[in-house]
């Protein structure tokens, strides 16, 4: 008999840090379980290491790393006028850089019977830019929104502007999941109360303030000494994430290394990992806050530096969970509060959030598959609307107004062998010689600038 077995769906993901690697991937899963995903990071300043990709847990084969331009003419050259080379694209990346690949996107599958489906969305709370970031992501077949409260604001703004917000879909973070908090494991001896803080890559941004929170969260280990605290970081120095960190935390508890008390310690990892031992989760504003909510881990978003937008802990106005270090030591425990959780989709079971998300994709593909095909991409921003903002934002990832790779990166795109090896060593080097100067240079100059 023949096999009748469908077959699975191919899938590919383009992504621009480790976090919206982490993002896409697990997306890919939630909304095509069966699918086979192909991934790529681009080339740039927070292309992520082999040890970020692997403490991901996507549990997928390394992505290959492309530009924009390449990614494009490998599409490009792979596709037939009846099967593109993927049945769906997800991009993980920033919105200036989901723009350009629209645009790009556009114009590579232009006069073809048949394209692929375009998902993208965040990686998580959406705190600032929201206008600039989701009219940059309009024109993609699925918005995905990571609850209701941002599907609400979505649409809203479309609606706004006069664009179609039927894009918008709601669903969930991918990596809300992990075993329910215990309140009772450290009452059974089965390991000592455990506090994280979650630190972030540029929140807060001045030396003082980071001194500062590190001191705090040393403090608390100090007056509680059967606690464990831990500082979870998010890189390792000379590595970058979704932003840049000019100051790690790691270069500063090296000058506290002689007062750092003995139940006070720094760790890396898996988020998810990580929170699987903790008691009170503690941040400034870090999306590791809704995953630890979601599981009814004890959570506080601190009001030490103040609630401002500059700090993005006023998106948690309403949660029931800010507190200071202060508050903390003294044995406050937040209580997050119920309606602020379920418009944000947490502490309910996520099985079914993505069954919508699901739904539309597989609309899509059938409509990719009728003899019309899908409608032609149609991004909100155009030379026509935009004359001044779009021939910018296409550039700076090597296209040309009408989202053709420019000369120097289509040669670029297609280098081989040798070549192409001494390039990717250049490439290593100069970002590591930039990553240092950013992180060690760069504050230096400051700090004399201000003698």
């Known amino acids: 008999m023949p096999d009748s077995s469908p077959t699975p769906l191919r899938v590919a993901v383009l992504a621009d840090s480790d976090t919206r690697w982490k993002w896409g991937a697990l997306t890919a899963r939630r909304i095509a379980p069966e699918s086979s995903v192909t991934g790529y990071v681009l080339r740039g300043r927070a292309t992520p290491t082999e040890r970020q990709l692997a403490e991901t847990g996507t549990d997928l084969d390394a992505p ?49 019977v048949r394209r692929t489906a375009v998902v993208t969305g965040y990686v998580g709370v959406v705190y600032e830019n929201l206008a600039s970031g989701l009219l940059a992501r309009h024109g993609a077949d699925l918005i995905l929104a990571n609850s209701p409260y941002d599907a609400r604001r979505f649409r809203d ?5 006069g664009a179609d917000g039927s894009a918008v879909t709601e669903c969930a973070l991918p990596f809300l999941d992990g075993a329910p908090y215990d309140p009772e494991a450290v009452a059974r001896g089965d390991r000592p109360h455990r506090v994280v803080f979650a630190v972030q890559p540029s929140v807060p941004s001045s030396r003082a303030d980071r001194a500062y929170l590190l001191e705090r969260a040393m403090e608390h280990a100090r007056r509680h000494p059967a606690r464990e605290v831990v500082l979870k970081l998010r890189s390792r120095p000379g590595e970058h994430t979704t932003h840049l960190e000019e100051l790690p935390y790691q270069r500063l508890a090296e000058r506290t ?85 379920a418009g944000q989709g947490l502490g309910v079971p996520t099985g079914n959030a993505f ?68 390039r990717r060593l250049l490439r290593r080097t100069a970002r590591g010689a930039y990553r240092a100067g950013a992180q060690r240079v760069a504050p230096m100059i400051r700090r004399w600038g201000q003698l």
């Open 157 to 161: 703004l479309f609606r706004g502007v």
């Open 355 to 422: 069954a919508g998300a699901r739904a539309r994709l597989t609309g899509l593909l059938g409509q990719a598959a009728e003899e019309t095909g899908l409608a032609p991409l149609d991004p909100y921003y155009t030379v026509r609307t935009a004359p001044g903002y779009l021939p910018g934002a296409l550039a700076r990832h090597g296209l040309d107004i009408k989202g053709e790779p420019q000369g120097g990166h289509q040669a670029a795109a297609q280098t081989t062998g040798v070549r192409a090896a001494s």
């Open 64 to 112: 290959a790393e492309i530009t924009a331009a390449a990614f494009l003419s490998e599409l490009a050259r792979r596709r037939t006028p009846e099967d593109p080379p993927y049945d769906a694209l997800v991009l993980a990346c920033v919105g200036n850089t989901v723009q350009a690949m629209l645009h790009g996107l556009a114009r590579t599958w232009h006069g073809s």
């Open 257 to 341: 290394r002689g007062e750092q008390p003995p139940n006070f310690s720094l760790a890396y990892g898996n988020m998810g990992e990580v929170l699987d031992g903790t008691d009170l989760l503690v941040t400034v504003s870090s999306t590791a806050a809704l995953e630890s909510l979601h599981r009814g881990i004890p959570t506080a978003v601190l009001t030490d530096l103040g609630i401002r937008e500059q700090l993005g802990n006023h998106y948690f106005i309403g949660s029931g969970c800010f507190a200071s270090w202060d508050e903390l030591d003294g044995g406050a425990v937040p209580v997050p509060d119920r309606d602020w959780l």
